[in-house]
């Protein structure tokens, strides 16, 4: 069974980590959970849910105080960490090695131990800082993943668009989840021949 950390800050999006938590427990993992102040704020502001349905759903919930917490440290085993959605105010923490809070401090643990780091940062546009940010954390180890929604997989619903950004995410632990339509079926590639042949002739 994999350990994964999901971590939930204040950016736009909180719902991406909701559905991170939800889709991780339906494929068996364990879900080591940390909110920030404003994820938690967002997750009220953005979504349906409750603070606490979001603490429900973790296997193991840890409040972002707690340094003290067992993933603070490198002894303890996770497979990795996912920040749904990361603020640029986590992704400068990371950046610089803050360790601050838990969520930085799990990060720049998974770092040091050279573990699976992806940060689903929500931001647009981004200035110089957000860009030398990413560069230092992709320099460091870590995923910059920003959730851009594909449209060859058509999405019905924002729903879809969800899903099929956190499946292509949860792809990089190994996952192969069903509900991701991948590019390369023949119903993609007989909609996409229709297209062409009927399109508009540049
Ligand atoms: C409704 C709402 C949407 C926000 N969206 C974003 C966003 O998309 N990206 C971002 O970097 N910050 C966003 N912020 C600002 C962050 O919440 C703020 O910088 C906060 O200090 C982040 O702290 P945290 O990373 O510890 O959660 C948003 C704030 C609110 C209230």
């Known amino acids: 069974m994999k350990k994964i950390i999901v971590a939930i800050t204040g950016g736009s999006g909180a719902i991406y980590g909701i559905r991170t938590i939800q889709l991780l427990n339906d494929l068996g993992a364990e879900t080591h959970v940390i909110i920030s102040p404003w994820g938690s704020r967002n997750i009220e502001l953005e979504t349906p849910y409750s603070v606490k349905e979001v603490k429900e759903m973790a296997s193991v919930y840890y409040p972002s105080g707690n340094q003290a917490a067992a993933i603070s440290s490198g002894s303890f085993k996770v497979d990795g960490m996912i ?58 180890g870590a995923m910059v993943f920003p959730p851009v929604p594909a449209f060859y997989n058509q999405p019905k619903t924002l729903d879809d668009v969800i899903h099929h950004t956190v499946g292509r995410m949860l792809d990089q632990f190994g996952y192969d989840p069903e509900w991701v339509k991948r590019w390369g079926k023949d119903s993609h590639n007989q909609h996409l021949r229709k297209l062409t042949s009927t399109g508009p002739q540049r």
């Open 83 to 140: 920040v749904s959605p990361c603020s640029m105010k986590t992704l400068a923490s990371i950046a610089n090695g803050l360790a601050s809070d838990l969520i930085s401090r799990s990060a720049d643990v998974m770092l040091k131990e050279q573990k699976k780091l992806i940060l689903l940062t929500r931001e647009t546009p981004l200035n110089l800082i957000h860009i030398k940010n990413m560069e230092a954390v992709v320099s460091a």
